[in-house]
């Protein structure tokens, strides 16, 4: 037992010392949307944007490394302050339950422009729906005020700060993550149920043979 701790807590170290190295292909640009649901899964990427605010942009990364790294790493991009960090899971026991900062680097000049261009071509808070005025002919009074208290919470979201708009994401996250949770203790507790089930019917099998 002890050997088998040693060995893992070896591996740890090649693992996260081996991190910065690692090669990354398959990059794509992540949305607000995207981006908060990365968020719920990975708390360490949550805590970060909560601390920081949302970045200028975000992308999805898959990753060349072997596990226990997850299939692909959160990278984001913050222009003003030149950095450039990632998030990735690793899998313990055939689960993504260590969430890591997986590698920062300050950004060149070279590569702010050249991200500066792409944050430029970003739609405007992606996602969101756009406030409407009411045309002529529109329904009565009443469905109008409903429809804005609908929209009413959105709006007011995308005129918050930076530092609101990121703790409201990873309330978000935090809660969506909370229901994830809950949804592998069901599914546990419904394993075990049936695997108590299963030894129930295997007794009594063997206790009919007996007979």
């Known amino acids: 037992m002890r050997r088998g701790v040693v060995a893992m807590a070896v591996a740890w170290a090649v693992v ?3 991190a910065r190295v690692g090669l990354a292909r398959g990059e794509h640009e992540i949305n607000d949307d995207q981006l908060e649901v990365e968020m ?33 790493e959160v990278t984001l991009y913050y222009l003003g302050i030149r950095k450039e960090i990632g998030f990735a899971r690793a899998w313990i026991l055939g689960q ?28 405007a808070d992606k996602g969101r729906p756009a406030s409407v005025d009411p045309a002529p002919g529109s329904p009565p009074a009443a469905a109008g005020a409903a429809e804005h208290a609908e ?16 703790e409201q994401a990873a309330q978000r996250a935090e809660a969506a993550a ?17 695997e108590a089930a299963s030894d129930a019917m295997e007794t009594a099998v063997q206790t009919a043979r007996r007979k």
């Open 16 to 18: 996260l010392g081996a």
């Open 40 to 72: 719920a899964r990975n708390r360490a990427l949550a805590a970060y944007v909560a601390r920081n605010g949302k970045p200028d942009l975000a992308e999805s990364r898959e990753l060349a490394d072997r596990p226990p790294w997850d299939d692909h």
């Open 96 to 123: 993504p339950t260590v969430h890591l900062e997986r590698y920062e680097r300050p950004l060149s000049d070279a590569d702010v422009a050249a991200l500066s261009k792409r944050a430029r071509q970003r739609p």
């Open 151 to 166: 929209g009413a919470a959105p709006r007011a979201e995308a005129a918050a700060g930076p530092a609101e708009r990121a």
């Open 178 to 194: 909370s229901r994830l949770e809950a949804a592998a203790a069901e599914a546990e507790h419904a394993a075990d149920r049936a």
